[in-house]
């Protein structure tokens, strides 16, 4: 177990829809960072919080979207959802840059 | 972009031989690299990591190598295991830097 926690860990839902994947820094971790893992591609960086607010913004699309609430976990929001949608989704926590610590990920499935 | 899955580089190795994995980085700015292991539906676990003032640095079992001048970093993997057989990754942070950069990634299987 490595400390960060992602529900839920399957979620299988049809094109068009919303679906919210959650995530639980690890203790004491300010800064959360989710990440996109599809068949064809490597680590996609989708977006950094510190501390609630925005840090850093990868290759996320406009129908995605994300926040940090004030207990610091976080929630990354995808909308109007394509069947290229499908793949992992981890998050993971650092307490300052450099190592961060993932998640056991999220596999979203669209049908 | 980078690859997994089928088209990922894969190094094949027989239980008990070393294994050296290889990864080229293009930032002359990073100065702190990683290397992460990812087993079959799970995360990425940090496996060891090097700072740039240093061009070697070992664990149990694995080593780490930088070479700053071609800007080249290597993990060698002593007496592979059958559970060494995972996908590899290296990542960068910039000095100064806020964020991990991935490479591509290498599947690293092991034959018994």
């Known amino acids: 177990d490595s400390g960060v926690t992602q529900t839920p860990k399957h979620l299988i839902t049809a094109t068009g829809q919303r679906v919210t994947l959650r995530c639980s820094p690890r203790?004491?971790?300010?800064?959360v960072y989710w990440y996109q893992q599809s068949l064809d591609q490597g680590l996609q960086f989708l977006i950094q919080?510190?501390?609630?607010?925005?840090?850093a913004k990868g290759n996320i699309l406009e129908r995605f979207s994300a926040q940090q609430f004030p207990d610091l976990h976080s929630e990354l929001n995808l909308s109007s959802l394509e069947l290229g949608d499908s793949a992992l989704y981890f998050c993971?926590?650092?307490?300052?840059?450099?190592?961060?610590?993932f998640g056991s990920g999220t596999r979203l499935t669209v049908v | 972009g980078e690859s997994v899955g089928l088209h990922l580089p894969t190094l094949s190795v027989q239980e008990g031989d070393n294994s050296i994995i290889n990864c080229a980085y293009s930032?002359?700015?990073?100065?702190?690299f990683i290397w992460y292991k990812q087993e079959s539906g799970k995360g990425p676990q940090f496996i060891i990591d090097i700072r740039s003032n240093m061009d070697k640095r070992q664990g149990q079992r694995v080593t780490v190598l930088l070479n700053k001048t071609v800007k080249h970093l290597s993990l060698q993997i002593a007496a592979t295991q059958p559970g060494d057989s995972a996908v590899y990754f290296c990542a960068e942070l910039e000095n100064a830097g806020n964020m991990l950069t991935f490479g591509g990634g290498t599947r690293l299987m092991v034959k018994p």
């Open positions: 993971a926590s650092s307490v300052a840059p450099g190592a961060i610590t």
């Open positions: 930032n002359s700015a990073s100065d702190y």
């Open positions: 919080y510190y501390n609630g607010e925005e840090r």
């Open positions: 203790s004491g971790d300010l800064s």
